[in-house]
């Protein structure tokens, strides 16, 4: 097994020159040397062919011992120096100081293609960044990542990756729900994969902490290696400048790939906000089931729903404002900063709309399609419709059927209602007064039927990784069997093709699956 090691971040960057692997802060750094802890006995339960293609690995090398070993954490590669990155962050909206990489250890950076990838371990141990906690992962928030990271890729949203998915033989202790009933499970580790794990924190620890000679080493060492449409001299307020507008870009249409899916991330704290528009750190997310921009995956928030779905664009323009004022002591100037930030809004505001519209088959926006969009949600939010399902099955709405009024006006998306009983004759009467001026627009458009139905396939998945799907994979990992995972990962593959050996999976959200857990909201132990 022959990787092509090519290290950057831990060779042109400060580390701490302390060794000692126990929790502190650390100063003057940009990150810590740390080894993996050897598993236990590890035992290799699922790997992404593409990213083991992709990092320069043949298929027989995930059957080698050496690929368990490096992957588990066993066993360091040669000529490697892992390490732990340093960064801050706000936590649901307050500054929480150093966090770091309490449960991650960057194995290596290997260039593959001329493409560059940083290999990090998710699981293997405790870092000078762990804090009080012991640094370890289980199955199943280990199966929740490594399943979403790959789905996210094919649904084409910017992500990081993983290559593989390993059992350390170790026991764990976990309080799933944070309700005092803590009990042992199964330890896991994931290998995540990304051109970078740089985040917002990194940048914003080393401004709090009024570090800026460090500030600008790593500024211009991300703009050297992963913004080369940067033309602006190096260590100029110009390209910090146009760095934060790329950053800026590359969020918002991160954000739009989410509210097109559904996505909900759960926790989009600065510290899990990828520098380079990656969805980053999967922890208890969710695809929305019915409707609901209230909606949000965590426990944690389920009192204040910061991190609800239609607060994801907000948020996410918040974050980059803490970004701005990280990146402020560069530019000495607040005034670019704060217009990339206006036009943030403004952006937001037109690609959402735009995006909305080709979820419906529309390519081009004519006057009047806000407020067309805008009843639509409205509709969706009054009564419980299965976002999936709704987009997926209305490109059975042609520009010649037939509103016959009543139930049957809704027959070509009945199966998106998860309380069709409900439907009372006030609420038919919306739906039947939108279809019509639906229709109405749908005249205005060129393409045939077909053409349309065909572009709209593209935009809307018919499957997405549903929480109480990837719970059922946990439920037959945990006893051995993980031929949902390998069935999963393979369907998620090709999200927005028919695929009909996988209808089943086409579905509503069971009804036992309501308040499970593990199937709705998860906390952030998840």
Known sequence: MKLTINDTFNTELPADKNRNNVPRQVYDACFSYVDPIAPQKATLIHVSDEML??????????????????????????????????????????????????????????????????????????????????????????????????????????????????????????????DGNAAYEKGAVVCRVAPSFIRFGNFQLLTAR????????????????????????????????????????????????????????????????????????????????????????????????????????????????????????LVEETEPLEAILQQFRVDYAKKYLSMMLNKLGLESVEEGDEKLIHDLTDLLQQSEVDMTLFFRNFFYFVKDTSITGGIKTLDFIMDAFYKPEELNDSVLGLWQDWLFKFKMRLQKDKKTDQERQVFMNRINPKYVLRNYMAQLAIDQANSGDYSLIEELYQMLKKPYEEQPEYQRWFAKRPEWARNKVGCSMLSCSS
């Open 53 to 178: 293609n992709a990092i320069g690995l043949k298929e027989e090398d995930k059957h080698s011992d050496e690929f368990l070993a490096i992957f588990s954490g066993a066993k360091k590669m040669e000529g490697t120096s892992p390490y732990a990155m340093c960064y801050g962050g706000h936590q649901f909206g307050h500054w929480a100081g150093q966090l770091g990489d309490g449960r991650a250890i960057n194995l290596a950076e290997v260039r593959h293609n001329a493409q560059q990838w940083a290999l990090q371990l998710k699981g293997a141990g405790r870092t000078p960044y762990s804090r009080s906690a012991d640094g370890l992962a289980v199955l199943r928030s280990s199966v929740r990542e490594h399943l979403c990271s790959e789905a996210m890729h094919h649904l084409g949203i910017p992500t990081t990756r993983s290559l593989s998915l390993a059992l350390t033989g170790d026991q764990v202790w976990r309080d799933m729900l944070y």
């Open 210 to 329: 009024q570090d800026i000679k460090n500030l600008k080493i790593l500024a211009d060492y991300t703009i050297r290696h992963f913004f080369p449409e940067i033309k602006e001299g190096k260590g100029t307020k110009q390209a910090y400048i146009q760095f934060f507008q790329e950053v800026a870009t590359k969020t918002l249409d991160m954000i739009i790939h989410w509210q097109r899916v559904g996505f909900v991330h759960g926790v989009m704290n600065t510290d899990n906000f990828s520098i380079l528009g990656l969805t980053i750190d999967y922890g208890p997310y969710g695809w929305l089931e019915g409707y609901d921009h209230n909606w949000t995956p965590n426990t944690t928030d389920k009192d204040y729903r910061r991190y609800r779905f239609g607060n994801q664009p907000g948020v996410a323009l918040w974050n980059l404002a803490q970004l701005g004022n990280a990146l402020y002591p």
